[in-house]
Antibody, heavy 122, light 111 residues
Framework: EVQLLESGGGLVQPGGSLRLSCAAS????????MSWVRQAAGEGLEWVST????????YYADSVKGRFTISRDNSKNTLYLQINSLRAEDTAVYYC???????????????WGQGTLLTVSS | QSALTQPRSVSGSPGQSVTISCTGT?????????VSWYQQHPGKAPKLMIY???KRPSGVPDRFSGSKSGNTASLTISGLQAEDEADYYC???????????FGTGTKVTVL
């Protein structure tokens, strides 16, 4: 059974930094594209970032480019999102999502975690 | 990259059909056959319902179908059931820079 468990959310002051983690199990993590998607309270889904299976390819939404860094440790079956220079508008539930395809980053998100809440406030 | 445009809400009685539109541009929906649809119940994670415009993952009822014409994709729910009441989001590949864009979301109400 595929499981994705996010952690690392919490209350952070504006300008601060945080690292989110997503522990994966139930599939061969190293062979699948992974992504982060966020959702502010009462709002829609927003794609944040995607990383290829091997980690060489990384992609970011314009709204986070230069502040967020996606990475993965395939030996630990874990996906990360390093978030710097936090802003109030980064407040959201952050979901990690598994790509359905193995060989391309062009893939739907077939499994999602339950999300971790990040609140940016002073 | 602007969000894809969806109606805020649609509704139907049990057994009826509803269709949700998802309008983008030639740089996203119209340019690629990589549109997916997600169902989200309150407080829950999204669930993949349709991918590559019209393909259904294993386990998704065949009441759910997808299509595309030009810059607009559509999700149709036939034989509406109470458990279909949820928010639905489309998503499209948008090219090699900002590679994905989601729709604004549609709340489906079963009357």
């Amino acid at each position: 059974e595929v499981q994705l468990l996010e952690s690392g959310g919490g209350l952070v002051q504006p300008g601060g930094s945080l690292r989110l983690s997503c522990a994966a199990s139930g599939f061969t993590f190293s062979t699948y594209t992974m992504s982060w998607v966020r959702q502010a309270a009462g709002e829609g889904l927003e794609w944040v970032s995607t990383i290829s299976a091997g980690g060489a390819g990384t992609y970011y939404a314009d709204s986070v480019k230069g502040r967020f860094t996606i990475s993965r440790d395939n030996s630990k079956n874990t996906l990360y999102l390093q978030i710097n220079s936090l802003r109030a508008e980064d407040t959201a539930v952050y979901y990690c999502a598994k790509g359905e395809e193995m060989t391309t980053v062009i893939t739907p998100f077939d499994y999602w975690g339950q999300g971790t809440l990040l609140t940016v406030s002073s | 990259q602007s969000a894809l445009t969806q109606p805020r809400s649609v509704s139907g009685s049990p057994g009826q059909s509803v269709t949700i539109s998802c309008t983008g541009t030639s740089s996203d929906v119209g340019g690629y056959n990589y549109v997916s649809w997600y169902q989200q119940h309150p407080g829950k994670a999204p669930k993949l319902m349709i991918y590559d415009v019209s393909k259904r993952p294993s386990g998704v009822p065949d009441r759910f179908s997808g299509s595309k014409s030009g810059n607009t994709a559509s999700l149709t729910i036939s034989g509406l059931q109470a458990e279909d009441e949820a928010d639905y989001y489309c998503c499209s590949y948008a090219g090699s820079n900002n590679i994905y864009v989601f729709g604004t979301g549609t709340k489906v109400t079963v009357l």
